[in-house]
């Protein structure tokens, strides 16, 4: 199961990868804030589809078509572990390996959004000083790392759980009785 696990995920982390890597080289300007977080998030679906794949190859090439609730969600779980970590890794060097003004934008972007709501100046007042405060937060690598796991970790929790169901197979029990 481990080697399964580190190429799966491994697979699904470079996936997940390759749209953010793609829109720094693009430049974030063609999706645009709004958009980004939808295609974001339809990549990290599309990257942790390989929980599926894995689960069913070992399933059925290792175990004899069957597998557990257990095993297939462990199996799941670890798969977006790895399929995290690599995503985590690579946002931690972009964003403090570049001169990367990301959580500038973001804030511009959500303050901009209260703005065109027609949000009070008092609400605004106070995101602002939200927004001010998680971005002196957000440059410690640990706080970073944790807000980067939370983007990517629950779609991959989720894709397992609903994997493992799906997946579960148990071996018939044995019909014949003694006596």
């Known amino acids: ?72 969600f462990k199996m799941g779980l670890f798969i977006s572990l790895v399929a995290s970590s690599v995503y985590v890794l690579v946002w931690l060097c972009y964003y403090y390996g570049t001169d990367s003004n990301f959580i500038e934008q973001y804030s511009a972007y959500m303050i901009e959004e209260l703005r065109k709501s027609g949000e009070s100046q008092a609400v605004i007042d106070q995101q602002i000083k939200e927004m001010a405060d998680f971005s002196k937060m957000y440059e410690n690598p640990f706080f970073n790392a944790m807000v980067t796991y939370m983007e990517i970790l629950p779609v991959g929790l989720l894709v397992s759980l609903i994997t493992a169901l799906v997946m579960m197979k148990r071996k018939p029990k044995n019909s014949e009785s003694v006596g």
């Open 1 to 72: 199961m481990g080697k399964n696990v580190l190429v799966f995920g491994l697979i699904s982390g470079f996936i997940s990868v390759a749209w953010f890597l793609g829109m720094i080289f693009l430049g974030e300007e063609c999706i645009g804030m709004e958009n980004g977080m939808l295609y974001g998030y339809l990549i990290m679906l599309l990257a942790f589809s390989m929980i599926v794949v894995a689960v069913k190859n070992y399933r059925d090439k290792h175990l004899g078509g069957f597998i557990s609730f257990g095993k297939a």
